[in-house]
């Protein structure tokens, strides 16, 4: 062995890493032993005789003893360990040991276990031992298949083991109540989640013997900012109570919830999830334990004594603990079972059961009444004393009742009931604790016989005995909670006055609520961060954490404050708010370690194992270490504690405490005592230096082991110096935070001494302190980590995560800053001079100050700005690290990287500092009613002209000019007056000095700009250069640029900034925001004015240019007017919408503000007054040219001229009476000449004088030809005077004579006079002056432009979204097609037509625009009233001009395209192969080969289909009596079957068809078969109506011609030719067939908008024999 023994004094050259060394005891002869390993030891964990080692590499090693072994190696010393050779193959990350079996995990979260298997510890059933470690299947019986659990770390007790899973909850096995499961039977073989603890994120697990602990995080701040719960979790109980008495109230908090138990009347204990049956009742872990505690009796069943406090009614056992049960929901009905588990149930649910103090009184005589019947009953619920017999005392092992043994009499409940019911008025309480301790027996035990005499095999607590009872039970539970008597102790000194208390408010309340409700409310700031800081997340380890115990606690090592077990985990609510960051847990003993370095510790300390002598042990205390002693690491064995801390240097030191292992007994067996000794406190190991880096510390039996590292290149040594440095660092903030931070802020002269705005900012200092301090404590615990762990750089926090340090340090910074600058330290000086006193020895130490006689203003400063030094400690420590590795390396790198960031950062703050400081001494000595209004926290001085540096040109001889450069202003302060130029909108730029000489800066705001003189050149370079640094500062956000080296030469000359006007007369007190450029508004922005006015939309130098968005308040009525549309030069000018406040709306063009051009008036809507629509021209606001206005109260439109919105020249009404006139108007009447129609053809033609007044002379026609002539007056339609003829027409005279028709459309507006203002409009779009007048590139320019912008501005505004498929037309048409130059040819024109047909598609094209707006003005005119059928030749006439106007735009933008007529040069290709091809092509164009252009064959596909509806109409009413003649006879004619019909039409019998295909199949043509023959080209025909151009119906009728002929072929020979005679009655047969029915319509239009190139072609022919077919039809009858 000595030959092994390598002296750890010794120094190994070569370095190594994770050395174990192992030791007993604390004496100073001990010296540690290493053990001989050829890899690193990553972990160790100690049993109560043996140990296990994680070597690097996953490998694992036992030592020591290990009866579970079946071969001869029963025992392996500690310095030669074996392989566990199961688990080779396997990569284990951790293992566990418990007292005599031993854990192992592995890389994909398995578990396997070996070792003594009694207790069902390891995990597998039917074996006592396991030899060697074998899996361990840990799965979710919940999920469906079953899935595995990973698991994420290992803990082994005594008898039991917990696993900590990725999930972060909490599976056991093994057997005992520090399982923490809901079951009665042991051992639990498999393991199972304990369900309290579900939904809670546990961080960490540890076993003692007999004891569970779990670290676990605290809910996140979203749950714990939720209304704080009013019912009890676990009993659903109400925490607080309040009872409305006739005069006075009741309050009360004294719920206490010990485990969380129900327990129902049928007699079950009901456990829902998370709950389990009581023991007893701890008293509130926060208060003290009564002063009679003795110490608790030896041995493993103590004897119960017990006594009856009756004042109180309490039950004392002989410890002195108050022993009740709490029967949570005692269900009133045995019905009552479908009661959600843990449901609201009882009083806690609804009102107070006893409405008045009569019903209590009545109630408490009820039970007086009946005590005594009830202690001489066998089976009444309260039961007599009674005592179990020792048998099943023997059977309640001291697993379940280690101490205590709550027994009571009725007359201690009674009073007890008393007191609590008056105390407590909603709550009247019964508490019953034999019955809860005989259904805790029958429960567990279901075994156990008599006790008190009942027979054990009844299950529950309501043996078959006499009615009567049971309905008194139900009776006086019915509807009850009872009370926890945990806070009886502090109350019970009120609890005889209170019974029968007089009335009065806060006679009534709870001490502790009166305490809580009286402290004063000074604080609000938060000074332990709830959930951290958010940007932090899941990268740093949570401080926010709390302890919870479970198991045995008979040495009070659950840290309740009692000796009671808990079935269930408890949170330690004393630990709560501690942050701890580590548990550990002895064989009877705890520890808790904490960010802040300290160790809390509780339970067993038989040998001082606790690190302090104080007692009671059974609540958290801290270990007594000397100050300045960091812990960072923590072991605990059977009876001795182990600590791992900082010392003077950064080197770890040894600390132990516990019992003293002497040489000559170390084979002791456990239990004896002979030859032990304690410690006191603890004591430093004197041989720790000799270590090397000791990164972590176990202990387990009666040994201890220690990891180190050797320092390789001092890389170990930087490490642990970081995280020490750390670790201090975190101790100093949270010490000045606790004895400086927290004391000032809860000074109630505070607010008064600094005033409302400082005391605002130093809430916000407090809340970044603590921010920082919550983010280096949460640093420190991951550093400390690291070194247990990994001891790598790669994963620092720091490094990779920097920016979270970075953002914190200087919000940090900032706030002190504000508060200096605001001279907030200056203000604090008196009230700490009250509370520290005129030594502040403290604040000296703690701001590292040795200078004497400091000013406490300046101390305060220093203290509040020393975490900036630690910056510049990372950097130093980080370089440090660097210094480990080659330059040339990347981690080298990345340590510099880090390294520069945080210098560049406390250089940065430095320089805040300074200019904090800076300021702060500026406005001592600025003047004080300037101060008022110009200080500001976040103001800081960057420089000043008080040296008369700068001056003012042309300024007086005595003017005082001061110039104060700001971070967010430029201020020019005079005598009295200051201005503050905002630094976001100032533009500064140097004059030259070549021909002035002087050393000018030209200085430009919105509203002013001036020249500032500088004293010579440097100070002039000074000034730009700090006012350009400022101004770039300010718009990138106050100066947050980490340091000046990044700053460009001067800032952007165009910005987005906000600004409220002061000066300028049209914006004087609006406010801007939005882009600027030299001091003037350019671009997009928004300008609000205080009388409500909203401009938002583009700017131009200053002015709304473009698109626009204004809104503008109606000073009458309580609505806005509203525009939108295009502005030039501040005014409305372009297209746009206007909604005025009175609901008028306009749509159109506007210029200088006022309506101009072509534009649409809605006036009123359908049921208001005056409903009216006017759209046509008009100038400077006024309707001007030619316009068409509905009024449709009255039923009429007017299509005609204006002059200043009256009707004034010539024009048309129509009514909807079917009145037509036309003719003159003047001054807004019918006068002058005129004719005018009635429905039933009557006609007036001569002189008006007022509308619809004949005053002159005329001709009256009737319907039949008889006229008047001569003189007329009156109003037509209530009876006219005629002086003059009447004329009778002979009955002989020639047709010609008889048709005096009126010609009508000559006193109409001439059509090409119509909408001139739409086409100027488009003519200037297109950048001409005149129609044809300009140049066709700009042209084509202007569209490219008009097009991009409209696609941006919809892509800007969503609601204004457009389709992609108009979104890929508008990308086409932004290029300028080739087509618009050099020779038309067939292809070129085929491409214009497509070109213009996308152009006309899109509203944002010119032409397109053009197109939609004469498709409105055409349905204005057209459309109701205006269907009337004397308008079709104007109508018609209108198309035609609309067709000639188009195409000149056309031959514009395509200069080459021959004129109307014009022909296109035959391609090369051989013409009758075109000519096919061309015949083939589609519907759009026209049938003819398209080598003659028209403006109907390239324009009419696109303009006819969308004025179709309102043409046809007209056409329809006017053809409608010839239709009806025609329509009678195709539906006559139509009855006639086939063969019948053919032969009626004179069709040669050659061409009748023999079959004809039905559904596929040939069928014989038969005398009664109907619509068979020749039913494709009926088909064909049919389809007239469905197209829309004349070419496309010529089409159709051509299409037809060829269906007749292939029909007609298939009968006879191939060289047939048609001759007309045969043909005709074919054709007329097939038309009689189609049924078209307004056929007459479809051949007026044809013939009106044909192209006249076809007129005498093929397709003329064609259409004239549909035309005489038509006629033939009509005549049918008379031929």
């Not at 005590?371 to 059977?395: K, N, R, V, Y």
């Not at 002693?629 to 791992?644: F, K, N, S, Y």
């Not at 919550?774 to 420190?780: E, N, P, V």
């Not at 048309?1212 to 079917?1218: A, E, L, M, R």
């Amino acid at each position: 062995m000595e030959s092994q023994r390598k002296s750890s004094g010794e120094e190994d050259s070569s370095g190594e890493r994770g050395l174990l060394h192992t030791w007993k005891g604390y004496s100073y002869s001990v010296t540690p032993e290493r053990v001989l390993l050829s890899r690193p030891v990553l972990q160790a964990a100690l049993g109560t005789r043996h140990g296990v080692l994680l070597v690097e590499g996953g490998q694992v090693y036992s030592f020591g003893e290990f009866p579970w072994k079946q071969s001869q190696v029963s025992e392996v010393g500690p310095l030669k360990p074996v392989l566990e050779s199961a688990l080779s193959g396997q990569r284990v990350v951790a293992v566990a040991a418990g007292s005599f079996h031993s854990g192992a995990l592995t890389e994909d979260g398995g578990v396997h276990m070996w070792g003594e298997n009694s207790f069902g510890q390891c995990g597998l059933s039917s074996l006592t031992v396991v030899p060697n470690p074998t899996p361990v299947a840990v799965m979710d019986p919940d999920t469906s298949p079953p899935h595995t659990i990973r698991v994420l770390e290992l803990a082994c007790g005594e008898q039991h083991s917990l696993a900590l899973s990725a999930q972060h909850e909490v599976w056991a096995w093994g057997s005992g109540c520090q399982l923490g499961l809901v079951t009665t039977v042991f051992p639990v073989w498999k393991p199972q989640k304990v369900e309290h603890l579900v939904g809670r994120h546990v961080l960490q697990v540890a076993c003692g013997a007999f004891h569970s602990l779990a670290l676990v995080r605290c809910l996140p701040p979203q749950e714990s900012r939720r209304p704080l719960p009013d019912k009890c979790g676990q009993c659903n109980q109400l925490l607080y109570t309040m009872t409305d008495k006739e005069d006075h109230v009741i309050i009360s908090d004294s719920h206490y919830c010990p485990l969380g138990v129900e327990l129902l009347a049928e007699g079950e204990a009901r456990l829902g999830p998370g709950r389990s049956p009581p023991l007893g009742l701890q008293s509130s872990p926060s208060e003290p334990l009564s002063s009679h505690t003795s110490a608790s009796v030896p041995g493993p069943h103590p004897s119960i004594t017990e006594h009856t406090d009756s004042e109180g009614g309490r039950t004392v056992a002989q410890n002195g603990e108050v022993l009740t049960t709490t029967d949570a929901d005692i269900s009133a009905a045995g019905t009552d079972s479908d009661r959600a588990v843990g449901g609201v149930g009882g009083a806690g649910s609804r009102n107070s059961p006893y409405p008045d103090d009569q019903a209590v009184k009545e109630y408490l005589k009820k039970l007086s009444d009946t005590s005594l019947a009830e202690e001489t009953a066998t089976m009444t619920i309260a039961g007599a004393s009674f005592q179990p017999p020792a048998d099943s005392l023997d059977l309640l092992t001291s697993d379940l009742i280690p101490g205590v043994m709550p027994v009571t009499t009725s007359s201690a409940l009674n009073s007890l009931v008393s007191s609590c019911a008056s105390a407590v008025g909603e709550r009247v309480v019964s508490t019953y604790e034999a019955l809860s301790l005989k259904k805790m027996i029958n429960y567990y035990y279901p075994g156990v016989v008599g006790v008190a005499g009942v027979p054990g095999g009844v299950p529950g607590g309501f043996p078959g005995g006499p009615a009567e009872e049971r309905v008194r039970l139900e009776e006086s539970m019915q509807g009850k909670k009872s009370c926890s008597t945990g806070d009886i102790r502090e109350e019970e000194a009120e609890g005889l006055s209170r019974r029968l208390s007089l009335p009065g408010l806060l006679s009534q309340v709870s001490p502790r609520l009166l305490r809580r409700a009286s402290r004063p409310r000074v604080r609000a700031v938060p000074l332990t961060p709830v959930g951290g800081l958010p940007e932090a997340g899941e990268l740093l380890p949570s401080l926010q954490t709390e302890v919870w115990s479970w198991g045995r606690g008979e040495e009070g090592q659950l840290g309740h404050g009692d000796n009671l077990p808990r079935l269930q985990p408890l949170c330690i609510k004393c630990l709560s708010s501690k942050e701890v960051v580590l548990v550990a847990a002895g064989a009877h003993h705890s520890l808790a370690l904490t960010a802040q370095s300290q160790v809390f510790s509780w339970g067993s300390n038989s040998s001082g194992q606790l690190g302090h002598m104080a007692s009671p042990t059974t609540i958290p205390r801290l270990a007594t270490l000397s100050e300045g002693i960091r812990v960072w690491d923590v072991g605990a064995g059977a009876q001795h504690t182990l600590l791992l801390a900082d010392g003077d240097c950064y080197q770890p030191i040894l600390y132990y405490s516990g019992q003293q292992v002497r040489a000559g007994a170390q084979d002791a067996p456990q239990d004896q005592t002979e030859g032990y000794s304690y410690t006191q406190q603890p004591v430093l190991l004197p041989f720790c230096m000799n270590l090397g880096y000791v990164s972590g510390v176990f202990a387990g039996g009666q040994s201890c082991v220690a990891l180190a590292d050797r320092s390789v290149m001092g890389f170990t040594a930087s490490l642990h110096e970081l995280a020490t440095a750390e670790r201090k660092f975190y101790c100093k903030l949270s010490s000045v935070k606790n004895h400086i931070l927290r004391p000032l802020l809860d000074l109630e002269s505070l607010s008064t001494a600094l005033g409302p705005a400082s005391t605002v900012l130093l809430r916000s200092l407090a809340r970044c302190y603590s921010h920082l301090c919550h983010l280096t404590g949460q640093h420190s615990a991951s550093l400390t980590a690291n070194l247990r762990r990994r001891r790598e750089f790669k994963s620092l926090v720091m490094l990779e995560h920097a920016s979270i340090f970075l953002d914190t340090y200087n919000e940090y910074c900032c706030s002190v800053g504000n508060f200096l600058v605001m001279g907030g330290f200056q203000a604090l000086a008196k009230p700490s001079l009250e509370f520290f006193g005129k030594c502040p020895e403290l604040l000296q130490r703690l701001a590292e100050s040795s200078e004497e006689n400091i000013p406490l203003s300046d101390l305060l400063v220093t203290l509040f700005y020393l975490p900036m030094r630690h910056l510049h400690e990372y950097g130093r420590l980080l370089l440090k690290l660097g210094t480990c590795f080659e330059v040339s390396s990347v981690d080298y790198q990345k340590l510099q990287d880090g390294c520069s960031k945080f210098e560049a950062l406390a250089l940065h703050l430095k320089r805040r500092r300074k200019e904090a400081e800076y300021t702060y001494h500026f406005w001592k000595s600025f003047p004080g009613k300037m101060t008022d209004s110009l200080r500001n926290p976040r103001r800081r001085l960057i420089c000043e002209s008080s040296n008369k540096a700068l001056t003012l040109q042309n300024s007086g001889r005595f003017s005082v000019n001061w110039f104060i450069l700001f971070n967010d202003a430029l201020v020019h302060a005079q005598f009295s007056t200051h201005h503050v130029f905002p630094l976001a909108t100032l533009w500064v730029e140097p004059i030259p000095e070549e021909n002035t000489g002087l050393h000018g800066l030209k200085v430009i705001s919105p509203e002013e700009t001036f020249t500032l003189l500088a004293c010579s050149s440097m100070e002039k370079a000074k000034w730009l250069r700090s006012i350009n640094q400022a101004v770039d500062q300010a718009m990138s956000g106050a100066g947050q640029s980490g340091s000046g080296a990044g700053q460009r030469a001067e800032p952007p000359i165009s910005r987005t900034a906000s600004y409220t006007f002061y000066k300028d007369s049209r914006l004087k007190e609006a406010i801007y925001e939005g882009r600027w450029l030299a001091g003037k508004p350019n671009g997009r922005g928004m300008v609000k004015w205080l009388d409500g006015r909203i401009y938002t939309g583009t700017f131009k130098n200053g002015l709304e240019d473009g698109f626009g968005d204004y809104v503008m308040p109606s000073k009458t009525l309580n609505l806005n007017d509203h525009y939108q549309g295009h502005w030039k030069e501040g005014k409305m000018h372009g297209i746009g919408t206007y909604k005025y406040a009175t609901g008028e709306l306009y749509e159109g063009s506007f210029q200088d503000n006022m309506r101009h051009g072509h534009g649409m008036l809605r006036s009123g809507t359908l049921n208001s007054s005056s409903p009216s629509v006017f759209i046509g021209q008009w100038v400077h606001d006024k309707k001007t040219g030619y316009g068409v206005f509905d009024d449709i109260t009255r039923g009429e439109k007017y299509m005609g001229m204006w002059q200043d919105d009256q009707r004034q020249g010539t024009g048309v009404i129509v009514t909807q009476f079917g009145l037509y006139y036309e003719g003159a108007f003047n001054n807004n009447k019918m006068q002058g000449t005129g004719v005018l129609l009635s429905e039933d053809n009557t006609t007036y033609e001569g002189e008006f004088s007022e509308d619809w007044t004949l005053n002159g002379k005329g001709v009256l026609t009737m319907p039949n030809g008889d006229y008047f002539e001569g003189s007329f007056t009156g109003e037509w339609g209530s009876g006219l005077k005629v002086t003059g003829s009447f004329f009778k027409p002979n009955l002989y005279d020639s047709d010609g004579d008889k048709g005096r028709a009126v010609k009508l459309g000559r006193l109409a507006v001439r059509p090409e006079e119509k909408w001139r203002v739409v086409f100027e409009e488009c003519w200037m779009r297109l950048g001409c002056e005149a129609p044809g007048q300009g140049e066709n590139q700009r042209a084509w320019e202007n569209i490219a432009v008009a097009l991009t912008t409209s696609r941006r501005r919809h892509r800007d505004s969503p609601e204004m979204n457009l389709s992609r498929t108009q979104n890929r037309t508008l990308e086409s048409l932004e290029f300028i097609p080739q087509q618009h130059v050099g020779p038309v040819t067939m292809e070129k024109y085929d491409s214009i037509r497509r070109y213009l047909i996308k152009a006309c598609d899109t509203p944002l094209h010119p032409l397109g625009w053009l197109m939609e707006t004469l498709v409105a003005v055409y349905r204005m005119t057209y459309v109701g009233v205006g269907a009337n059928r004397r308008l079709l030749l104007q109508a018609v006439n209108e198309i035609m001009s609309y067709l000639a106007r188009i195409f000149q735009l056309v031959r514009f933008l395509f200069p080459d395209l021959p004129e109307e007529g014009g022909a296109i040069p035959e391609p090369s290709s051989d013409p009758q192969d075109k000519k096919d091809s061309n015949c083939a092509d589609t519907q759009l164009e026209s049938p003819k080969p398209g080598r003659v252009v028209s403006s109907s064959a390239l324009l009419l596909p696109v303009l006819l289909p969308r004025l179709y509806p309102p043409l046809f109409t007209l056409y329809a009413l006017e053809k409608e009596r010839e239709d009806d003649v025609y329509w009678e006879c195709v539906l006559r004619l139509n009855k006639q079957p086939d063969v019948a019909l053919l032969a009626f039409l004179g069709v040669q019998h050659k061409f009748w068809p023999v079959s004809v295909p039905v559904l596929g199949e040939k069928t014989e043509v038969v005398s009664s078969t109907k619509d068979a023959c020749f039913a494709s080209a009926t088909e064909t025909l049919q389809q007239i109506s469905t197209t829309f151009t004349p070419s496309d119906k010529l089409q159709v009728i051509q299409l037809t011609f060829e269906e007749i002929t292939k029909e007609v072929m298939s009968s006879l020979e191939d060289n047939f030719l048609w001759s007309m005679d045969d043909l005709f009655p074919v054709f007329l047969y097939v038309v009689l067939r189609a049924r078209i029915r307004n056929l007459g319509s479809e051949v007026s239009l044809i013939e009106d908008l044909m192209d006249p190139c076809v007129q005498h072609g093929e397709h003329g022919i064609m259409f004239t024999t549909l035309k005489a077919c038509y006629y033939q039809i009509q005549h049918e009858k008379t031929t």
